[in-house]
């Protein structure tokens, strides 16, 4: 693969009125400290321009810390966050949560605010209009969701337009393949989280089929499962989570990668 390491050589994705590139960063374990300050900004300067957290993420340390050192945002930088975990979907939790992250990230408009979980006690058509109620106010540009299924999509976007879907999918976790290919059909944007799971003695078949096609490319196992996700489908944007510049810059080398047909096959 080749020695500059640049998060465009993955190509882009464009979903909404977005486009970024298409390895973007997780952000659940950063700190709002001097680490976490780095490794954002050497992020942004590799080409990261898709970074996403979330409310609860670190205590809220992740937002902040992304305010604290990116803020404010510009050459198309998107920061993606979520409200709403748990049975904590109402209107007001969710707005008092909108608010706090707006505060955190230091901005009065966040790119794609992505409902975390849907409220089993609330229905999403009326969460969905709450969240419609925010971009009405321009306080979010675009909606996403989190651990759905295409039933829930199809019944969020009749009530407003959706644009990413975030599910726990990787090469060994992969209870949502509909899922992908209604994104897929759809233009909305697939953003698995975890998707480097099953890397880890998580399933022992997969685990070493992806070591064995590391030896064969001389690359890291992190990386043959970020290529395949690339692979896997042009709307699938992964967001690796570390808290490791030397990680981040294995994570955004897989986008120099290309797996042959049999060995993208061979992986499932």
């Not at 993606?80 to 706090?100: D, V």
């Not at 489908?233 to 290309?258: R, V």
Request: include cysteine; aromatic fraction near 6%; hydrophobic fraction near 40%.
């Amino acid at each position: 693969m080749p020695n500059t390491i640049a998060a465009a050589s993955a190509g882009t994705i464009s979903f909404g009125d977005i486009t970024v590139n298409r390895i973007g960063l997780g952000t659940n374990r950063i700190h709002d400290n001097e680490a976490g300050y780095g490794l954002l900004k050497r992020a942004v300067e590799l080409g990261v321009n898709f970074i996403d957290t979330a409310h609860r993420y670190a205590g809220g340390e992740s937002e902040a810390a992304i305010g604290n050192a990116l803020a404010p945002y510009g050459n198309g930088l998107v920061i993606a966050t979520k409200g709403g975990m748990g049975n904590g979907a109402s209107a007001e939790q969710l707005r008092n949560e909108l608010e706090e992250s707006l505060r955190r990230l230091q901005t009065d408009h966040i790119d794609l605010y992505q409902l975390h979980r849907v409220d089993p006690t609330i229905p999403l058509a009326e969460t969905m209009a709450v969240l419609r109620g925010f971009q009405d106010e321009g306080l979010i540009g675009h909606i996403g969701l989190s651990e759905v299924s295409v039933e829930q999509v199809k019944e969020a976007v009749a009530v407003a337009p959706v644009v990413s879907v975030q599910n726990e999918y990787n090469v060994a976790i992969r209870k949502h393949e509909a899922l992908v290919d209604y994104c897929t059909a759809n233009s909305i944007a697939f953003i698995p989280w975890f998707p480097l799971g099953g890397l880890a003695g998580d399933t022992v078949k997969v685990e070493a089929l992806v070591a064995e096609m590391a030896r064969k490319y001389d690359v890291t196992p992190q990386q043959i499962a970020l290529a395949w996700l690339l692979q896997r489908s042009p709307m699938i944007l992964p967001i690796p989570g570390t808290t490791s510049i030397e990680h981040l810059q294995d994570n955004l080398k897989a986008a120099d990668l290309d797996l042959s047909d049999e060995d993208y096959r061979a992986l499932g």
